[in-house]
T-cell receptor, first 115, second 114 residues
Framework: EPEVTQTPSHQVTQMGQEVILRCVPISNHLYFYWYRQILGQKVEFLVSFYNNEISEKSEIFDDQFSVERPDGSNFTLKIRSTKLEDSAMYFC?????????????FGSGTQLSVL | GDSVTQMEGPVTLSEEAFLTINCTYT??????LFWYVQYPGEGLQLLLKATKADDKGSNKGFEATYRKETTSFHLEKGSVQVSDSAVYFC?????????????FGKGTMLLVSP
């Protein structure tokens, strides 16, 4: 089965630094997502992206966050100035039609640790 | 807003035991319901889904029935294996939103011993 690929698997950064988390969605998918899971808490939706623009975002996704599809294959999440509370596992996901009853394909996640 | 509540883990079972992981939800519309599974070192994978009331999703011996009257989607398996050890996530998607924005529960870790 095709896979969503995320790099790096672990990222350690200092508070206030910028980080970029990278994802390669499945090649024929059109809808892309970022979710995160703070240790011990729920997996939370951050943002969805379609046709080179954000289609939906949660309250978590404030001005410190941005997403980009810089080329035909990568999908990135940037945190401009990291805070301690940004420490979490970040999951990228994609699917073909973006419908509410459609399966999401997830990557294995990037564990971000902000010190 | 929408929410999902699932039982706390870890759930520890012996091989061939019966498994139930409870999941209840609150939603304003008519959501689709999902169980995702995360094996160690891997991403979340769809295990099964149900898109309307009374639908039963099933896969790999796991089953869950969409119960609108009790707003539940409990996961069951008749005989678990060591290889079923993983974290299981119940989730819903409000189909009215038009997008696959999932609301997840906290996840339940299942540990199966030989």
């Amino acid at each position: 089965e095709p896979e969503v690929t995320q790099t790096p698997s672990h990222q350690v950064t200092q508070m206030g630094q910028e980080v970029i988390l990278r994802c390669v969605p499945i090649s024929n998918h059109l809808y892309f997502y970022w979710y995160r899971q703070i240790l011990g808490q729920k997996v939370e939706f951050l943002v969805s992206f379609y046709n080179n623009e954000i289609s939906e975002k949660s309250e978590i996704f404030d001005d410190q966050f941005s997403v980009e599809r810089p080329d035909g294959s990568n999908f990135t999440l940037k945190i401009r100035s990291t805070k301690l509370e940004d420490s979490a596992m970040y999951f990228c996901a994609s699917n073909g039609q973006g419908k509410g009853n459609e399966k999401l394909f997830f990557g294995s996640g990037t564990q971000l640790s902000v010190l | 807003g929408d929410s999902v509540t699932q039982m706390e883990g870890p759930v520890t079972l012996s091989e061939e035991a019966f498994l139930t992981i409870n999941c209840t939800y609150t939603a304003t519309g008519y959501p689709s319901l999902f169980w995702y599974v995360q094996y160690p070192g891997e991403g979340l994978q769809l295990l099964l889904k149900a898109t309307k009331a009374d639908d039963k999703g099933s896969n790999k011996g796991f089953e869950a029935t969409y119960r609108k009257e009790t707003t539940s989607f409990h996961l069951e398996k008749g005989s678990v294996q060591v290889s079923d050890s993983a974290v299981y996530f119940c989730a819903l998607s409000d189909s009215d939103s038009g997008y696959s924005t999932l609301t997840f529960g906290k996840g339940t870790m299942l540990l199966v011993s030989p």
